[in-house]
T-cell receptor, first 116, second 114 residues
Framework: DTGVSQDPRHKITKRGQNVTFRCDPI?????LYWYRQTLGQGPEFLTY????????KSRLLSDRFSAERPKGSFSTLEIQRTEQGDSAMYLC??????????????FGQGTRLTVV | GDSVTQMEGPVTLSEEAFLTINCTYT??????LFWYVQYPGEGLQLLLK?????DKGSNKGFEATYRKETTSFHLEKGSVQVSDSAVYFC?????????????FGTGTKLQVIP
C-alpha cells in the first residue's frame, strides 16, 4: 500500500458542471476525511467518515456537495453546479482509529479543482 | 471550538540559521498536536507529533514540545537547509463525541536562501 490516493490530480471544469473526485485511503484505515484548501490557507474540514458512516459535515459543505463511502473503503466527493468559488485543492486523509485515542491522519496529494 | 494560531509568514532565513515557528492552540480536553509540511505541488506530510503534555516530537532535525501550560507547540530546527523550504502547518487532533477531528493553522511559509 503506497498511501492515500486521489484521482484526478487536476480538474478544470466550466461553471455549472458537476464534478466527482475519488479517494482511496490506506487499506486498513477506518477513518476518512475530506478537507478543502485554498491558496494561502490551511486545510478546512469538510466531512468525516468512520467506516461507511458519515459522522460529521461542516457548514462549508453546501447542499451542492455530497460525499459517500459506500463500502467503508474508497470515498467520492461530488460537487454539483460548480461555482468559481469552489476552485480549491480538495484533500483526502485517512487514519486508523480505535477507542478514544487521536492518531495522525495521512493525506493524499489532493485534487486541484479550477472552475472557469 | 478548537483552533490553531501560527505566526504569519513568509519566514526567510539563510542556510544554517536557527528556525522557530510559533504555534498556539485552543482546545478542550487533551488533544494530540502535529506539524505537517507541504512542499511545492505536493500534499501534506506529517513531520512530527506529540500526544501528551511535555512530549517532544522530533524528525529530520525538527523538534517541537507539547507545552500544556502555555498551550503551545513551537517548531524549531537548529540549522535549516534550502531543502526545508516549504509551508509548515500546525494542527491539533481532538476527539469529538468519540471521533477524531483535525484542525489546522493557516500555515507558515519558510524560504531558505543559500
Amino acid at each position: 500500500d503506497t498511501g492515500v490516493s486521489q484521482d484526478p490530480r487536476h480538474k478544470i471544469t466550466k461553471r455549472g458542471q458537476n464534478v466527482t473526485f475519488r479517494c482511496d485511503p490506506i487499506s486498513e484505515h477506518n477513518r476518512l476525511y475530506w478537507y478543502r484548501q485554498t491558496l494561502g490557507q490551511g486545510p478546512e474540514f469538510l466531512t468525516y467518515f468512520q467506516n461507511e458512516a458519515q459522522l460529521e459535515k461542516s457548514r462549508l459543505l453546501s447542499d451542492r456537495f455530497s460525499a459517500e463511502r459506500p463500502k467503508g473503503s474508497f470515498s467520492t466527493l461530488e460537487i454539483q453546479r460548480t461555482e468559481q468559488g469552489d476552485s480549491a485543492m480538495y484533500l483526502c486523509a485517512s487514519s486508523l482509529g480505535g477507542g478514544q485515542g487521536a492518531t495522525e491522519a495521512f493525506f493524499g496529494q489532493g485534487t486541484r479543482l479550477t472552475v472557469v | 471550538g478548537d483552533s490553531v494560531t501560527q505566526m504569519e509568514g513568509p519566514v526567510t532565513l539563510s542556510e544554517e540559521a536557527f528556525l522557530t515557528i510559533n504555534c498556539t492552540y485552543t482546545a478542550t480536553g487533551y488533544p494530540s498536536l502535529f506539524w505537517y509540511v507541504q512542499y511545492p505541488g505536493e500534499g501534506l506530510q506529517l513531520l512530527l507529533k506529540a500526544t501528551k503534555a511535555d512530549d517532544k516530537g522530533s524528525n529530520k532535525g525538527f523538534e517541537a514540545t507539547y507545552r500544556k501550560e502555555t498551550t503551545s507547540f513551537h517548531l524549531e530546527k537548529g540549522s535549516v537547509q534550502v531543502s526545508d523550504s516549504a509551508v509548515y502547518f500546525c494542527a491539533l487532533s481532538g476527539m469529538r463525541g468519540g471521533y477524531q477531528k483535525v484542525t489546522f493553522g493557516t500555515g507558515t511559509k519558510l524560504q531558505v536562501i543559500p
